[in-house]
């Protein structure tokens, strides 16, 4: 395999494309340049290795995001790794799937993603249709290879390419399930691996949608309960019961869509976005939730829209790819449902436990009813045998990975070693806000040593 031509780009980035066959069981497909970066380490002398690090989605260019945020990894263990990203196939500068124009895609996420009546459903199952049926038409060919297992060949012929005997890893959410499918192929490949906010190979379409749904209806309980007992911006505008008054607006908006100052309107399905993507982190997401919630109860939808915007990357000059990209990772990864039916079996079902996220979470799958390439994975137990210990971080209060998975992930690892943070917010190594946490995590990836099941 030939080696990557490293050039400076960003700041003190280097940046290089990395060759690999899109199909490796058929070559004449033909192949794709996988986007590579890396930060050296300052302190070369003492250098371990590389730590290779994806941020989750799937969909999220961990190129771009490794560029921006390579601060948020311990002073401690820069100090002894270079840090190295690559954008998995589909992703970011990785062939991106694209499936529309920046006009569709607004369109297509102003369709009311919880519908009430038979129109509304119609329209759902009608934008899903076309969504799909452009991945395909734009994107055909790449389509059928942006599984989760051939990224973790990927994810290994960077190992090799970066010259290192054996594997360190950092993944987020769903770089979790690309670390357990490395681990699935390659134990005894692997180093040290830190996997925060886990996810358990073993759901199947439907455990992963009812647990997301109550994981964030969870996390808006907790959210509406801290602003009600230390005081937000939202407890100064409503009266009464703070879950009451949000519903009053949610419907609101589902009838009549909050005005931006802009083209487009907030309406139901911008606005589910913005709050259930400022329950990723109480540090900052949730005083923008408030912030945004107050500005919507007096008519202005800009602040929620944005956040959605944010959530869906898009800016000024559109979406980057990261939705396409999602969505064409998840329908490969599992069997779904071909028709609409199951999936609003499943909102009925979930509605009782989560009346807010649970029918939006539950029809969301329903893009993979229409998908035009069949599933290539499903659930599956991963042991790792032969592999060394494994870091598994789990949150109590994590809306979109709940804790039960991240219990499950170490619990079926032979090597699964359990770091528990009590507390809310997705993921918690990056965010600092456990000392605790990063200690144990940082001693792990520099030492490979199996830390004790710790509580923080």
Request: charged share 25%; glycine share 10%.
């Given at each position: ?126 934008s899903n249709a076309e969504l799909a049926a452009g991945c ?291 993921t918690v190594y990056r965010s600092g806000s456990s000392g ?14 199996a830390p004790a099941p710790t509580t923080c």
């Amino acid at each position: 395999m030939p080696k990557p031509v490293w050039r400076p780009c960003e700041g003190d980035f280097e940046c290089a494309t990395l060759r690999v066959p899109l199909d490796q069981a058929r070559p004449e497909v033909g192949t794709v340049d996988l986007a590579l970066t890396r930060l050296r380490t300052a302190q070369k002398a003492r250098r371990i290795g590389s730590l290779i690090v994806n941020p989750g989605g799937p969909g999220s260019s961990a190129v771009e995001y490794l560029q921006a945020a390579w601060t948020l990894i311990p002073e401690p263990v820069r100090n002894r790794f270079d840090l190295v990203a690559f954008d998995p196939r589909g992703v970011g500068r990785t062939s991106p799937v694209r499936c529309a124009t920046t006009p569709e895609l607004d369109e297509y996420f102003a369709v009311d993603p919880s519908p009430d009546d038979a129109a509304e459903l119609r329209e759902l199952e009608r934008s899903n249709a076309e969504l799909a049926a452009g991945c395909q038409r734009r994107s055909g060919k790449v389509l059928p290879h942006v599984s989760t297992a051939e990224a973790a060949k990927d994810l290994d012929r960077v190992r090799e390419a970066v010259g290192d005997a054996r594997l360190t890893y950092l993944g987020y959410s769903y770089g979790t399930s690309l670390g357990a499918a490395y681990l699935d192929a390659y134990p005894t490949r692997a180093r040290a691996m830190v996997l925060d906010g886990g996810i358990d190979p073993r759901l199947t379409w439907e455990t992963l949608l009812e647990g997301q749904s109550k994981g964030f209806d969870r996390a808006l309980e907790a959210f509406m309960a801290d602003c009600q007992r230390t005081g937000c911006p939202y407890r100064d505008e409503v009266e009464g019961d703070l879950l009451a008054a949000y519903d009053r607006l949610a419907l609101q908006v589902d009838r009549t869509p909050l005005p931006t100052g802009e083209a487009r309107d907030l309406g139901p399905g911008e606005f589910a976005l913005g709050v259930l993507s400022g329950l990723y982190s109480k540090a900052n997401g949730w005083p923008a939730i408030a912030d945004a919630l107050v500005a919507a109860e007096r008519g202005d939808g800009a602040p929620m829209l944005a956040l959605s915007d944010s959530y869906l990357e898009r800016d000024g000059s559109g979406y980057r790819n990261v939705t396409e990209a999602l969505s064409s990772v998840v329908c490969l990864d599992r069997q779904w449902p071909r028709d609409i039916g199951p999936y609003l079996a499943l909102a009925d079902r979930v509605r009782k436990d989560a009346p807010r996220f649970g029918p939006i979470i539950a029809l969301s799958g329903s893009i993979c009813a229409d998908w035009p390439v069949s599933p290539v994975g499903g659930p599956r137990t991963v042991t790792a045998p032969g592999s060394p210990p494994i870091l598994v971080i789990g949150t109590t209060g994590d809306p979109a990975t709940p804790y039960s998975w991240s219990v499950a992930l170490a619990d079926q690892l032979s090597k699964g070693v359990l770091l528990t943070y009590r507390g809310d917010g997705h993921t918690v190594y990056r965010s600092g806000s456990s000392g605790c946490v990063r200690e144990v995590a940082d001693r792990y990836l520099i030492t490979a040593q199996a830390p004790a099941p710790t509580t923080c």
